[in-house]
């Protein structure tokens, strides 16, 4: 026993140096055993600075483009989302003139009556201002039904 408690102590005596060599190099703690005494750590100011890698800087470049992204499109949606509400409000009567009360007769078309009404103007711009103010879900209309139609 004698032998493996010199072999023990030569070797521990050529790596401790290389060991503790390392530990100082290296920001590794490791909590003190049973055997050896309690150092006080020599920086009690906490972590120093946080250092990103490569992948980490893309990462972080990434997630902030993303960000801006979302900003200018909420806030591109918000613009636009007010300027055609604004152009699509209508106050139920036209703003060229009066309504007139029309039954559809059996046959009849919105491009009819939209020609009817008034020959000089496109039907295709008649026909949505009809359909606004009867409230119609679609261009579907009845004989018998009773439409407010713009005149001019």
């Not at 070797?11 to 150092?39: G, H, K, N, V």
């Not at 020959?119 to 201002?129: G, H, K, M, Y």
Request: aromatic share 2%; charged share 15%; glycine share 8%.
């Amino acid at each position: 026993m004698s032998m493996t408690s010199a072999a023990e102590a030569n070797l521990d005596a050529s790596i401790r140096p290389e060991i503790s060599a390392l530990r100082a190099r290296t920001s590794y703690r490791r909590r003190p055993s049973d055997s050896e005494p309690a150092r006080e750590s020599s920086s009690t100011a906490g972590p120093g600075p946080i250092r990103l890698t490569r992948r980490g800087r893309t990462v972080v470049w990434t997630l902030a483009a993303v960000v801006v992204a979302a900003l200018a499109a909420a806030i591109w949606l918000a613009v636009a989302g007010q300027a055609q509400a604004s152009s699509h409000a209508r106050s139920g009567a036209p703003a060229t003139g009066s309504v007139r009360r029309v039954v559809v007769r059996q046959g009849q078309t919105l491009w009819g009556i939209a020609s009817q009404v008034d020959p000089t103007v496109d039907p295709r711009v008649v026909i949505p201002e009809i359909v606004d103010l009867n409230s119609l879900n679609g261009t579907g209309i009845q004989a018998g039904q009773v439409l407010l139609v713009p005149t001019s």
